[in-house]
Structures are given as structure tokens and as C-alpha cells.
């Protein structure tokens, strides 16, 4: 049972069928309320918006007197043309108040104000079916998209803010930032317009694995359209410029020159860290003042648990809270970094010293999204010195070790520790610096803007006629602005997988989605690492689609003379197109990376 990822009847990864019962999981009711409210409060406020520079201008709804729906005008026309899902978006756009009048900049208002009611909607309407009977994994698959909903929400009105017309001084003319560096850039928008559109993607995804069931079928009514909805406002979005006609990698230039000037650093930091970020990464946890002393034993600690800690940080902190986690092994159920809880960093003792640990997996009838020993969502998370570890074993599947969704979330050396499934980079802008990361299938997936850098990369021995792949990348629309990218790195092969003598071909990823993104840069590789370099998911999906990049790698593995011949892999010859792919133009981190501390490569080398 692969989560999302189903692997064809005859596949070389496809597992047994699990059989286990479902078990009964507790129904949150107040936790649905306090939903439903939110729902509620947003879709009203989305209506509001929509007053901003466009309704003002309108005296007639979109749809005229007699109810014939109007024709498009030449703007709807034009922006939808450049969508995936062009039907759908003139429908959708026709019948929105103010669209008639729109010009191409209010459009992308407009279908982001409409595509935030729609998800607003859906979570309000979902929550009507929390008390019906649910088996253990729909009931994991629903609860998922419940916080998936509420997420993609949180991510609709940050956008929404930034792109409402206005003169300057208004919302969206405003260059003041937050304390989690939310600008209104280009890059911001398209980030939380693709995690939004990821988070319909992993709902959905996890309701398709679960049992045929009225819940299900209730839940897929209710989520009908939204992916396309999300999609369409993202083509939108990326598609229009920024006034004089000019677009820089398929997105508007607001606030170009301040970024192209930032990413001119090559400073040992990336540039969304603060100078005392920078610091709290690299002073020994003894010098640290902590606003919080995790210590499992009791002594000299104020919580026992972390459990107990991240219930007691503040929500929407502005300012870096520290959480310090004692030498220990923390195993506690459901461990998570909530998305209100911002700006939390946590600091260990060492890899295997500050060890957090599960054993969860789709073996106990739940999604892999459910299966994580630790998640975090809450933006400008870090982590430092802690083993994230997931101990359920290569027989038990899908079983995720670390799951980050946090925008502006920076792991630094750190080491996650699985089999399948073993760190899920799940969204948004993450780094990852001098960490190690073990596993056998997919061990590094999910759909991110993702940059791992100076990481050893161990392959693990699998099951038998189980092939090793390394990354399961899921970019499922061309606009996303998503991908893997390893860089300076390592590949290797974990002590066990070496015993093996070669019985177990070791590939670098194989595509999980249509526009499958990924590419290793400057990195060793092992020899464990098969010569056809890439695996296909099947037969020829995707092939054609993906993104599958090779840069002046090393060492025995490799060697690109016999790697595959698909229309989208490519062996990157060109500086311009490889740098494409580093921390300070992939992941824009020379903009937020340098206060958090973590030393980066801004660009290719030093």
C-alpha cells in the first residue's frame, strides 16, 4: 500500500498486501468546531477582499439579469488560455463579482480570492461528516486533509494580501516584512501557491489509498476541482508581468532588483537567517539561553516531554523561541510543529545523542503523512544536533522519520534515520546542511523547494527484489516552483547494503509525479550507484515531463556514459542552467539563510 505513490502490479518496489485490522482513532470534536468557526471567519473575509481596486469599480454582478452566464472578456480569455485547465477557469472567473471589468493583474486577484473561498468551503462542509463511522486509515486520510485544508488557507491569505491591487501603501503594494520574511516577492506567492496546491495533492492522494466508503466518496465530492482551482490561479499568477511587459523565469519582477542584489552574497550564511540565528547555529547547546529545557529524566529541565515544550511556546512568535532537547530518547505519539507555531528552533546534544524516535508506519492502517516521528509545519522552524529516527523497519513500508512543511525551515546537522519513506520534504523552502539521511525506497520525497548541501547520503540494504532508490520527487504542475537539489553531497553506501555485494541496484530517484524535478550537482557517488543512474516509475510515464539534472558529479558511480536516454533527463554542461539549482536562486536563501546561521554555499562553489 504506497501512500500517493502506487507502484504498478509488476513493479520492482511494488509490497505484499497488509492485512492488519483497523483500529478506532479518538474523534476531535472540539478541534472540528474551532474549524468549522475558522471556515467560517475566513470565507467571509475572502468575500471582503474582493472589494480591493476591483468591486469598487463594478456596479453589475458578472452574471446578467435574465442568469445567462456573460461571455468572457478578452482578459478572462487571455489569462485562462495560459492554464491547464482552461474550461473550468473561464467558468469559474464569468461568475466572480468584478471579473467583467478585470484587467489582467486583477484577474490574479480575483482567482486567488476565489480558489481561498472554494478551500474555505470545503474545510466548513467536511467537518459536517467528522461523526460518521470511519475505519482507522480513512480516518487518518480524513484528519490529514483537514489540516492539509486549513494550511492551504493559511497560504491562499498570505497570497491573497499581496497580489489585491491597491496603490501604493495598500496590501498589495507594501514592502514590509513579517518576522518570518513573508515580503510579498514573487517567489513568496509562488511558493504558497504551490504548497497549496501540494497540500490538495497529499489529501487527496490519501483519500485514494483508503477503502471504498461513503466518507471517502463524501470527501472527493467536497474536494472536487480544487487541485485544478489552485492550478489554474498559480498559471495565472506566473504567467502575468509586472506591468512594462518584462517576466523573469515565468513570474512577475516585483521586487527583482532587491533579490538579484541579495544573491550577489556569498557570505557563510544564507541570507533569511538573522545574525543571532547565525550564532544560535554554531554556539555549543551549552552556552545557549533557552526559553525551554527538554530533559526526559526531569532533572534540571522544565518539561519532560517535547510534547509538553511545544504546547508551551507561543503561537505566532515573532522572535526565535529555543527549545533545547537533553541527551535521551524521546518517543511520543503524534509529534508535531504545528503551522502557528513559528519561529521554533530546536537544539539537541548530537546525532544519536538527542534522539527522536517512532515506529509508526502504513502498517498500523494509517497515511505515510500520518507516520512521521516528528513534523513540523510552523514556518522558520530549525533543528540542530537530534537524530530523527523512524525504527519500524524495511518489512513495515512506508514509515517516515522526519516530515517538514515549514516554509523558511533550515535542519543542520542533523541525522534522520529510516528505511522507505524516510524524509518527507513534504513543501515549501527547505535546507538541509551537513545532515546524514539513510533509507532504502524514496527516502527522500515529497515536494518541496528543497536544497540539501554537504549531506552524506547512505543507501541501506532493502527487502529482497527490492531495488534502492533515492528520491521520489511528486511535482505534479509545470508552475510549481519545486524540486530536489543535492548538492555537494555524498553518496554512499550504509554498512549493511555493502555486505550485500552488489545484489541490490541503488538509483538515484524515479518519478512520482508528471513534472518530477531533481538534480545532483558537484556530489560523489559511491559505486553502489547503478550506471543507468535513474529508475522509471512506470514505463514511460513522466519520462517525457520530468526534470532530471547532472552536474559535474565524481566518483565511481558517476560516470554518465550509460545513463538513461529519456526526453528529460539532461547532463548539465552550462554554469547558467546548473545554478539554477543552488541555495541563493532555488530556494532564494541568500535572502533568509544567513540570520538562521547555518553555513551555505550561495552558489555553485566558494
Same mark, same amino acid.
Request: glycine letters at 8%; charged letters at 20%; proline letters at 4%.
Given at each position: 500500500?504506497?501512500?500517493?505513490? @502506487?507502484?504498478?502490479?509488476?513493479?520492482?518496489?511494488?509490497?505484499?498486501?497488509?492485512?492488519?485490522?483497523?483500529?478506532?482513532?479518538?474523534?476531535?470534536?472540539?478541534?472540528?468546531? @474551532?474549524?468549522?468557526?475558522?471556515?467560517?471567519?475566513?470565507?467571509?473575509?475572502?468575500?471582503?477582499?474582493?472589494?480591493?481596486?476591483?468591486?469598487?469599480?463594478?456596479?453589475?454582478?458578472?452574471?446578467?439579469?435574465?442568469?445567462?452566464?456573460?461571455?468572457?472578456?478578452?482578459?478572462?480569455?487571455?489569462?485562462?488560455?495560459?492554464?491547464?485547465?482552461?474550461?473550468?477557469?473561464?467558468?469559474?472567473?464569468?461568475?466572480?463579482?468584478?471579473?467583467?471589468?478585470?484587467?489582467?493583474?486583477?484577474?490574479?486577484?480575483?482567482?486567488?480570492?476565489?480558489?481561498?473561498?472554494?478551500?474555505?468551503?470545503?474545510?466548513?462542509?467536511?467537518?459536517?461528516?467528522?461523526?460518521?463511522?470511519?475505519?482507522?486509515?480513512?480516518?487518518?486520510?480524513?484528519?490529514?486533509?483537514?489540516?492539509?485544508?486549513?494550511?492551504?488557507?493559511?497560504?491562499?491569505?498570505?497570497?491573497?494580501?499581496?497580489?489585491?491591487?491597491?496603490?501604493?501603501?495598500?496590501?498589495?503594494?507594501?514592502?514590509?516584512?513579517? #518576522?518570518?520574511?513573508?515580503?510579498?516577492?514573487?517567489?513568496?506567492?509562488?511558493?504558497?501557491?504551490?504548497?497549496? @496546491?501540494?497540500?490538495?495533492?497529499?489529501?487527496?492522494?490519501?483519500?485514494?489509498?483508503?477503502?471504498?466508503?461513503?466518507?471517502?466518496?463524501?470527501?472527493?465530492?467536497?474536494?472536487?476541482?480544487?487541485?485544478?482551482?489552485?492550478?489554474?490561479?498559480?498559471?495565472?499568477?506566473?504567467?502575468?508581468?509586472?506591468?512594462?511587459?518584462?517576466?523573469?523565469?515565468?513570474?512577475?519582477?516585483?521586487?527583482?532588483?532587491?533579490?538579484?542584489?541579495?544573491?550577489?552574497?556569498?557570505?557563510?550564511?544564507?541570507?533569511?537567517?538573522?545574525?543571532?540565528?547565525?550564532?544560535?547555529?554554531?554556539?555549543?547547546?551549552?552556552?545557549?539561553?533557552?526559553?525551554?529545557?527538554?530533559?526526559?529524566?526531569?532533572?534540571?529541565?522544565?518539561?519532560?516531554?517535547?510534547?509538553?515544550?511545544?504546547?508551551?511556546?507561543?503561537?505566532?512568535?515573532?522572535?526565535?523561541?529555543?527549545?533545547?532537547?537533553?541527551?535521551?530518547?524521546?518517543?511520543?505519539?503524534?509529534?508535531?510543529?504545528?503551522?502557528?507555531?513559528?519561529?521554533?528552533?530546536?537544539?539537541?546534544?548530537?546525532?544519536?545523542?538527542?534522539?527522536?524516535?517512532?515506529?509508526?508506519?502504513?502498517?498500523?492502517?494509517?497515511?505515510?503523512?500520518?507516520?512521521?516521528?516528528?513534523?513540523?509545519?510552523?514556518?522558520?522552524?530549525?533543528?540542530?544536533?537530534?537524530?530523527?529516527?523512524?525504527?519500524?523497519?524495511?518489512?513495515?513500508?512506508?514509515?517516515?522519520?522526519?516530515?517538514?512543511?515549514?516554509?523558511?525551515?533550515?535542519?543542520?546537522?542533523?541525522?534522520?534515520?529510516?528505511?522507505?519513506?524516510?524524509?518527507?520534504?513534504?513543501?515549501?523552502?527547505?535546507?538541509?546542511?551537513?545532515?546524514?539521511?539513510?533509507?532504502?525506497?524514496?527516502?527522500?520525497?515529497?515536494?518541496?523547494?528543497?536544497?540539501?548541501?554537504?549531506?552524506?547520503?547512505?543507501?541501506?540494504?532493502?527487502?529482497?527484489?527490492?531495488?534502492?532508490?533515492?528520491?521520489?520527487?511528486?511535482?505534479?504542475?509545470?508552475?510549481?516552483?519545486?524540486?530536489?537539489?543535492?548538492?555537494?553531497?555524498?553518496?554512499? #553506501?550504509?554498512?549493511?547494503?555493502?555486505?550485500?555485494?552488489?545484489?541490490?541496484?541503488?538509483?538515484?530517484?524515479?518519478?512520482?509525479?508528471?513534472?518530477?524535478?531533481?538534480?545532483?550537482?558537484?556530489?560523489?557517488?559511491?559505486?553502489?550507484?547503478?550506471?543507468?543512474?535513474?529508475?522509471?516509475?512506470?514505463?514511460?510515464?513522466?519520462?517525457?515531463?520530468?526534470?532530471?539534472?547532472?552536474?559535474?558529479?565524481?566518483?565511481?558511480?558517476?560516470?554518465?556514459?550509460?545513463?538513461?536516454?529519456?526526453?528529460?533527463?539532461?547532463?548539465?554542461?552550462?554554469?547558467?542552467?546548473?545554478?539554477?539549482?543552488?541555495?541563493?536562486?532555488?530556494?532564494?536563501?541568500?535572502?533568509?539563510?544567513?540570520?538562521?546561521?547555518?553555513?551555505?554555499?550561495?552558489?555553485?562553489?566558494?
Amino acid at each position: 500500500m504506497n501512500y500517493g505513490r @502506487l507502484d504498478p502490479p509488476n513493479s520492482q518496489l511494488s509490497q505484499p498486501e497488509l492485512t492488519q485490522p483497523p483500529k478506532p482513532i479518538p474523534k476531535s470534536k472540539s478541534k472540528v468546531k @474551532l474549524l468549522v468557526f475558522t471556515a467560517i471567519i475566513l470565507i467571509v473575509a475572502a468575500a471582503v477582499t474582493v472589494t480591493l481596486g476591483v468591486i469598487l469599480r463594478s456596479k453589475s454582478s458578472s452574471r446578467s439579469s435574465s442568469g445567462i452566464r456573460p461571455k468572457p472578456t478578452k482578459a478572462i480569455s487571455r489569462v485562462c488560455s495560459r492554464t491547464l485547465y482552461q474550461n473550468l477557469c473561464v467558468n469559474s472567473l464569468v461568475d466572480f463579482p468584478g471579473s467583467l471589468v478585470a484587467s489582467d493583474k486583477e484577474l490574479v486577484h480575483i482567482s486567488v480570492n476565489m480558489t481561498l473561498q472554494h478551500v474555505g468551503k470545503a474545510l466548513y462542509t467536511s467537518t459536517d461528516i467528522n461523526n460518521l463511522d470511519m475505519d482507522t486509515h480513512v480516518r487518518s486520510a480524513y484528519n490529514d486533509c483537514l489540516e492539509l485544508l486549513e494550511d492551504s488557507i493559511d497560504q491562499l491569505q498570505h497570497s491573497l494580501t499581496i497580489v489585491a491591487p491597491g496603490e501604493p501603501g495598500s496590501p498589495g503594494a507594501t514592502d514590509d516584512s513579517d #518576522a518570518l520574511g513573508r515580503v510579498g516577492s514573487p517567489e513568496d506567492i509562488m511558493t504558497w501557491l504551490s504548497a497549496s @496546491l501540494t497540500n490538495q495533492d497529499t489529501c487527496t492522494d490519501g483519500l485514494s489509498e483508503a477503502e471504498e466508503s461513503v466518507v471517502k466518496d463524501k470527501m472527493s465530492d467536497k474536494l472536487k476541482d480544487l487541485s485544478e482551482l489552485v492550478s489554474n490561479s498559480l498559471a495565472i499568477y506566473s504567467s502575468v508581468g509586472d506591468g512594462d511587459g518584462e517576466e523573469y523565469g515565468g513570474v512577475p519582477t516585483q521586487n527583482r532588483r532587491r533579490r538579484l542584489m541579495s544573491e550577489d552574497s556569498s557570505g557563510e550564511f544564507p541570507g533569511w537567517m538573522s545574525r543571532k540565528d547565525r550564532r544560535l547555529m554554531q554556539t555549543p547547546a551549552i552556552g545557549i539561553q533557552a526559553d525551554i529545557v527538554v530533559s526526559k529524566d526531569g532533572g534540571n529541565g522544565t518539561c519532560k516531554t517535547i510534547e509538553e515544550a511545544i504546547k508551551k511556546a507561543p503561537e505566532k512568535s515573532k522572535r526565535r523561541f529555543i527549545i533545547y532537547v537533553k541527551a535521551g530518547r524521546y518517543e511520543e505519539k503524534d509529534l508535531k510543529v504545528g503551522r502557528k507555531k513559528t519561529n521554533l528552533m530546536f537544539i539537541g546534544d548530537g546525532k544519536g545523542k538527542t534522539v527522536i524516535t517512532g515506529g509508526v508506519s502504513v502498517a498500523d492502517h494509517v497515511t505515510t503523512f500520518h507516520t512521521a516521528s516528528f513534523a513540523a509545519t510552523g514556518a522558520g522552524f530549525m533543528a540542530r544536533d537530534i537524530t530523527f529516527e523512524n525504527y519500524a523497519g524495511p518489512g513495515k513500508h512506508q514509515a517516515v522519520a522526519l516530515r517538514v512543511g515549514a516554509d523558511h525551515s533550515v535542519v543542520y546537522r542533523c541525522q534522520i534515520i529510516g528505511y522507505q519513506d524516510t524524509l518527507y520534504v513534504h513543501s515549501q523552502r527547505q535546507f538541509y546542511r551537513e545532515c546524514d539521511i539513510y533509507g532504502t525506497v524514496d527516502f527522500i520525497f515529497g515536494n518541496a523547494a528543497v536544497v540539501l548541501q554537504s549531506c552524506n547520503i547512505y543507501a541501506r540494504k532493502p527487502m529482497d527484489k527490492q531495488k534502492v532508490t533515492i528520491t521520489a520527487q511528486n511535482r505534479k504542475d509545470p508552475n510549481q516552483n519545486t524540486g530536489i537539489s543535492i548538492h555537494s553531497c555524498r553518496l554512499l #553506501a550504509d554498512h549493511d547494503l555493502v555486505a550485500s555485494k552488489g545484489s541490490f541496484q541503488t538509483f538515484l530517484g524515479r518519478p512520482w509525479k508528471k513534472y518530477s524535478r531533481t538534480v545532483y550537482m558537484l556530489s560523489y557517488m559511491g559505486d553502489h550507484i547503478d550506471p543507468q543512474g535513474w529508475l522509471e516509475w512506470d514505463g514511460t510515464f513522466a519520462l517525457d515531463t520530468l526534470y532530471y539534472g547532472e552536474y559535474m558529479n565524481n566518483g565511481p558511480g558517476a560516470a554518465i556514459g550509460r545513463r538513461v536516454k529519456w526526453p528529460g533527463y539532461r547532463v548539465i554542461t552550462s554554469t547558467i542552467e546548473a545554478s539554477r539549482f543552488t541555495v541563493a536562486k532555488f530556494i532564494y536563501g541568500s535572502s533568509w539563510l544567513p540570520s538562521t546561521g547555518v553555513a551555505f554555499l550561495a552558489g555553485l562553489s566558494e
